[in-house]
């Protein structure tokens, strides 16, 4: 069973910064993409930014120049850190994962629970 949990989320200021990571575990064979979404309260869920197999990244526009996307491959862990946080950034986080799990022929997405941004003075 494949599990991929969130964390680093809490309160923060605005104007600083935070740090989430997630880490995918279980058995798997290997991970393609991973990516970071967003769900704010009463919006839709919004694609953050990506780190793929190859070890491309790619934002929202949104994002670029304040998020930034890590990939540890070693221990199956990608994190965000996010700077200049705004009151606007307050959702919750989540992580998924491209990944094929041991004995699959095929990969298939693996959501987290989420991790809880609260941007507020």
């Known amino acids: 069973q494949v599990q991929l949990v969130e964390s680093g989320g809490g309160l923060v200021q605005p104007g600083g910064s935070l740090r989430l990571s997630c880490k995918a575990s279980g058995s798997i064979f290997r991970i393609n993409a991973m990516n970071w979404y967003r769900q704010a309260p009463g919006k839709e869920r919004e694609w953050v930014a990506e780190?793929?197999?190859?070890?491309?990244?790619s934002y929202a526009d949104p994002f670029k120049g304040r998020f930034t996307i890590f990939r540890d491959n070693a221990n199956n862990t990608v994190s965000l850190q996010m700077n200049s946080l705004k009151p606007e950034d307050t959702a919750v986080y989540y992580c998924?994962?491209?990944?094929?799990?041991?004995?699959?022929?095929?990969?298939?997405?693996?959501w987290g629970k989420g991790t809880l941004v609260t941007v507020s003075s």
């Open positions: 998924n994962a491209d990944l094929v799990v041991a004995g699959a022929l095929f990969g298939r997405m693996y």
């Open positions: 780190s793929s197999g190859g070890g491309y990244t």
